[in-house]
Structure formats: structure tokens, C-alpha cells
């Protein structure tokens, strides 16, 4: 049968695409909480982006070379280091989405049963992926451009061409996306059952992103401390970053255009490598499709083990456990924002520690290591225990089968709050020997935070499990694999950072307030409101947990609807 191309059919799958993402947003579905929650982030985030941007701009367009300062040239290394920096994020968004839309796509299958050629659905796809590539593109271009022309006059060719850039960058990030995707899937297909190997490269690349993470916030900590970043720019550092920006492409030829050198050459080259990167976008991401197609027809089998006896009888309390910990490590995304995260918090305890007690001895005089302490501990041991507030509803429908065991209730959940305390009290027993070994806090501080984290770590996870519980809606996926966080994670991420900062600020500002009074011998006092109120939380979390549970459980069905 000829494949014939309709562009009727490619109107209708973007509109079902388009549907499909509306569907998120209906009543029933939508998490209102978690969108207003993440939209604040956001507009935070890019607010703080802009001041910091801005204020780096005007540090490093101020750095003189052979004694000169040339904002021009500045301008051009910085846009081109600029834009190298969106690409490569362009480009890892891009693998993404098409490792999303394409291998893990679930309609693929379905509309291969339909009367719609495979080149119609490759050009639907192909037009989605790239309307995914082009919001990333104005969202980062046009934040970097106007930011820069709000500190350097720029005439009106400048916002010109930042327009036309962002149709033009989707392409390239696009085509490279396209060549490193089929790599990235066999890699991923490798490593689909090697747990543990894929366990430890998560965690290590995830501590290395964060590392750099530090690295920015310590830059962030010397243009607010001072000219110190100013003075990091010497003539050796320059002069490496003017031969570095000078074969970065094509992010060069970009910033030529926006300052006018080089035009002709530049949108020459340009304009070649947007069709050569069409083309490529074209044939790669084709070529990619139709073996999706044929990988979904044959079964899409990859691996054949040898099936295992289980050996021995275990306790319920104990299968339970083993259950869980199997399902969320042998689930790639649980493994990572369940461990992976819960590994590296110890190391984001402790760089945020060294820059943010360096921040507050700069511009008060005072040590607040301890408070300090208390605070971050709490807050990234709320942010890591995440992964409780789906105990139930990650189950899926197995939790329909573990009901129907002759187990008692309070087996089925403890069994879930005991596998969180442990990952959470070996994460906080790290991050306090950390802290406790660098000198920031002495061993009775290092007591209180860690029995503190502890208790407010078993109120969230008590109160994130029965929350779950109360609103479980479990995943029409195949795997059963929660796709998409609800309205329960934002509301427990919210509940723990609100925690956090009630306990670490109150015991900050009252550490404040006594030495401005220079009044001395009011440690018992901190003791003794991070104890209790850690305490008390805990104890009222504890007390909705199981308040009324058995009967809850008794009448559980339909997803846990009420």
C-alpha cells in the first residue's frame, strides 16, 4: 500500500496532540495548587535570572584588556558563550522530547492500526517536536536579549534578528538532538536492566549538575559581597575565554548579526546550516520513527532473562518493604528523584551552607552556622523527601492485590513509612557528620539537627502517605508509572518548606535579635523550640495518619475516591 501524505490527517493529529495536552488542564485533572506553585517559580527564577544577569553584564563589560575597555568585544563573548549555553540546554531538551514523542509515545501503536501513512505522522511529530523546541527558544532568548539591551543601547536590528533567532535555533538544536537521540535510547536500552550501573551514573551526574550549581551560586555570592568577580577576570583568564568564544559555533555568527559584524558571511553560514539541519531533522528523526513503528510491531522485546526462584519465605512486613525499594529502583525516574536525590543532599546541605554563612557573616558580622544549619537541613530534607507523597497512589493497581492479601493494614503502610525513615535518616546522618566534620556546627548541635530532621522527616512522610492515601489516583499507564506529579507533591513540597522556614527562621531571627541585644545564654531557648516544634509536628502528623485508617482502608476502591 503507497504511503500518501495528507495534510488533512497532519492538522488532525496536531490537533489531537493539542487535546491530548488540554486534557491536563480539565477539571478532575487539572492541579490548580501545583500550576500556580510552579508558574510562581518560574517568575521568580526568571526575576532573579535578570537581576543577577544584569549585574554580571555590567561587571564583565567593565573588565579591560591591555588596559582598555572594549565593550564590543565583551559583548560578543559574552553573547556567544550565551548562546553555546541555550543550545546545549536546546539540545538536551530536545532528546527529550524526542525520546518522548517517539520511543516512549504510546500512540504510535495505535495509529499504526489507522488509515494514516507514516509520513503524516512523521511530519505531525516532526511539527510538535518543533513548536516544543520553540517555546524553550523564546522563553531563553528573548530573556538574554532584552536583559543585555537593557544595560547596552541597542538599536532596532537587534530585536530583529533575536526574533528571527528564535525560529532559527530550534532547528539546529533539533538536528543535533536528532543525532545524539538514537545513541542516548541504545545507551538507555543497555542500562534497562542494569539498576544499580544506572543508579550510580544518575547520582554522579546529578552531583556534578548541582556542583555546578554551587559554582554559580558562589559567583552570585561575590557580586553581592563585592567587585571580587571583577578581579577573576585577569589578563590569563581573558585571554583564554577570547580564544574559546572564537570557535564556539554557530553561536559566533549569532552574536555577529546581533552587533552588525560580519553580516554577510555570517547569515550566509546561517542560512546553510538552518537547511542542512532541516534536512538532517528530516531524515534522522524519520529514519528514527520507522523503527519505532517496526520495534512496536515486533513487540518491542529487548531483553530475555532467566526467570528466578524465589528462595525462602519472608515476613510480610519485610516483602512489603522489598516490594516498594524494587519498584522505585528499578523504575528509572523513581530512582532519581527518589535516590539519586536523597545521596547527593548531604553535598547540597553543604555548599549552600559554606555560601550562605560567608553571606550572612559579610553583611551582619554574625555567626549563624547552626541556624543556618537547622534551616537547609530541614528545607533539602523536605525537597528529598518527595518521593513518600506517592506511596499509595505509584502502587497502581497491585495496591487493589496487596489489599486482597491476608496482611494487616498497618503492615501495608508502615512497612512504606519504615523504607522512607530509612533512606531519610541515612541521608540526614551523612549531611550531619558532613556539616560536624567541617567545623560549621559542634556535636550537640549536630544532635539537635539531626533528631529534629528526623522527626520532621517522619511528619512529612506520615502525613504525605496518608494524604496520598485519601487522594490516590493511580497511573492508566502500562507500567503503572506516575508520569506527571499532582496535586499531593505540591502540596507536601509547600507543607515542608513552609516547616522549615518556620523553625529555621524563627530560630534566626531570635539568634538576631539576642545578639543585637547582647544578650547571652539563650542556646537552651533554640534547643528547645526546634525540639518542640519538631516534636509537635510529628506528633499532629502522626495523629492523621492513622486517625480512622482501618476503616479508610477497609473501604478502599475506585482509586481511593471517597
Known amino acids: 500500500m503507497k504511503d500518501k501524505f495528507s495534510f488533512k490527517h497532519v492538522a488532525a493529529l496536531l490537533k489531537k496532540q493539542l487535546r491530548e495536552r488540554g486534557s491536563a488542564y480539565r477539571k478532575g485533572n487539572f492541579d490548580a495548587f501545583g500550576f500556580i506553585i510552579r508558574w510562581a517559580l518560574v517568575i521568580v527564577f526568571l526575576a532573579v535570572f535578570v537581576i543577577f544577569f544584569g549585574r554580571f553584564t555590567d561587571i564583565y563589560l567593565s573588565v579591560k584588556t591591555d588596559g582598555l575597555v572594549r565593550v564590543q568585544a565583551r559583548l560578543f563573548e559574552l553573547l556567544s558563550m550565551i548562546y553555546t549555553v541555550i543550545l546545549i540546554f536546546m539540545i538536551i531538551g530536545g532528546v527529550g522530547q524526542i525520546n518522548g514523542r517517539l520511543f516512549d509515545a504510546d500512540d504510535i501503536k495505535l495509529l499504526m492500526g489507522m488509515p494514516v501513512g507514516?509520513?503524516?505522522?512523521?511530519?505531525?511529530?516532526?511539527?510538535?517536536?518543533?513548536?516544543?523546541?520553540?517555546?524553550?527558544?523564546?522563553?531563553?532568548?528573548?530573556?538574554?536579549?532584552?536583559?543585555?539591551?537593557?544595560?547596552?543601547?541597542?538599536?532596532?536590528?537587534?530585536?530583529?534578528?533575536?526574533?528571527?533567532?528564535?525560529f532559527l535555533l530550534p532547528l539546529i538544536?533539533?538536528?543535533?538532538?536528532?543525532?545524539?537521540?538514537?545513541?542516548?535510547?541504545?545507551?538507555?536500552?543497555?542500562?534497562?536492566?542494569?539498576?544499580?550501573?544506572?543508579?550510580?551514573?544518575?547520582?554522579?551526574?546529578?552531583?556534578?549538575?548541582?556542583?555546578?550549581?554551587?559554582?554559580i551560586l558562589g559567583?552570585?555570592?561575590?557580586?553581592?559581597?563585592?567587585?571580587?568577580?571583577k578581579y577573576f577576570f585577569n589578563e590569563q583568564v581573558m585571554d583564554f575565554l577570547q580564544r574559546f568564544t572564537a570557535y564556539l559555533y554557530p553561536a559566533v555568527w549569532f552574536s555577529n548579526v546581533l552587533l552588525g559584524a560580519n553580516l554577510l558571511a555570517s547569515w550566509l553560514w546561517l542560512t546553510g546550516i538552518a537547511v542542512v539541519c532541516l534536512i538532517i531533522s528530516c531524515l534522522v528523526i524519520h529514519g528514527l520513527m520507522r523503527w519505532v513503528m517496526q520495534s512496536r510491531i515486533a513487540g518491542n522485546v529487548n531483553f530475555i532473562h532467566k526467570k528466578k526462584e524465589v528462595k525462602g519465605n519472608k515476613r510480610p512486613f519485610l516483602a512489603l518493604m522489598q516490594k516498594d525499594f524494587l519498584h522505585i529502583f528499578r523504575t528509572p525516574s523513581y530512582t532519581f528523584s527518589y535516590f539519586s536525590i536523597a545521596v547527593i543532599m548531604p553535598l547540597m546541605v553543604y555548599f549552600c551552607l559554606t555560601i550562605g554563612s560567608s553571606i550572612i557573616q559579610k553583611l551582619i558580622g554574625m555567626n549563624c552556622n547552626f541556624e543556618v544549619s537547622i534551616f537547609l537541613t530541614l528545607l533539602f530534607g523536605a525537597l528529598t523527601n518527595i518521593f513518600c507523597s506517592t506511596n499509595i497512589s505509584r502502587d497502581g493497581e497491585m495496591f487493589y492485590s496487596v489489599k486482597a492479601y491476608p496482611v494487616d493494614y498497618r503492615q501495608v503502610f508502615f512497612s512504606k513509612i519504615f523504607l522512607c525513615m530509612i533512606v531519610a535518616s541515612i541521608s540526614q546522618l551523612i549531611t550531619v557528620v558532613l556539616i560536624l566534620s567541617t567545623g560549621y556546627v559542634g556535636w550537640g548541635q549536630a544532635f539537635l539537627i539531626f533528631v529534629s530532621g528526623l522527626l520532621c522527616s517522619f511528619a512529612q512522610i506520615c502525613f504525605a502517605t496518608r494524604y496520598d492515601f485519601n487522594h490516590a489516583k493511580f497511573s492508566t499507564e502500562e507500567d503503572g508509572e506516575i508520569k506527571e506529579s499532582g496535586n499531593t507533591v505540591s502540596v507536601i513540597i509547600v507543607i515542608g518548606m513552609v516547616?522549615?522556614?518556620?523553625?529555621?527562621?524563627?530560630?534566626?531571627?531570635?539568634?538576631?535579635?539576642?545578639?543585637?541585644?547582647?544578650?547571652?545564654?539563650?542556646?537552651?531557648?533554640?534547643?528547645?523550640?526546634?525540639?518542640?516544634?519538631?516534636?509537635?509536628?510529628?506528633?499532629?502528623?502522626?495523629?492523621?495518619?492513622?486517625?480512622?485508617?482501618?476503616?479508610?482502608?477497609?473501604?478502599?476502591?475506585?482509586?481511593?475516591?471517597?
Open 499 to 562: 516547616t522549615a522556614f518556620l523553625i529555621g527562621g524563627s530560630v534566626l531571627l531570635m539568634r538576631l535579635m539576642f545578639a543585637l541585644r547582647f544578650v547571652s545564654g539563650y542556646g537552651f531557648i533554640t534547643y528547645l523550640i526546634v525540639g518542640g516544634f519538631s516534636l509537635a509536628v510529628a506528633a499532629l502528623s502522626y495523629i492523621y495518619f492513622i486517625r480512622n485508617l482501618k476503616n479508610r482502608y477497609r473501604e478502599f476502591s475506585g482509586g481511593g475516591q471517597f
Open 219 to 229: 559567583a552570585i555570592r561575590d557580586m553581592l559581597l563585592g567587585d571580587s568577580l
Open 173 to 215: 538544536s533539533l538536528a543535533i538532538s536528532a543525532l545524539i537521540s538514537m545513541p542516548y535510547h541504545t545507551v538507555k536500552q543497555l542500562l534497562k536492566d542494569k539498576f544499580l550501573i544506572r543508579f550510580i551514573l544518575v547520582t554522579l551526574v546529578t552531583a556534578a549538575l548541582f556542583y555546578l550549581y554551587s559554582v
Open 118 to 166: 507514516a509520513s503524516t505522522i512523521f511530519v505531525s511529530k516532526l511539527i510538535s517536536i518543533y513548536f516544543g523546541q520553540l517555546i524553550i527558544s523564546i522563553a531563553c532568548v528573548l530573556v538574554v536579549s532584552v536583559t543585555v539591551a537593557a544595560h547596552v543601547a541597542q538599536g532596532a536590528t537587534f530585536f530583529v534578528f533575536t526574533a528571527l533567532f528564535c
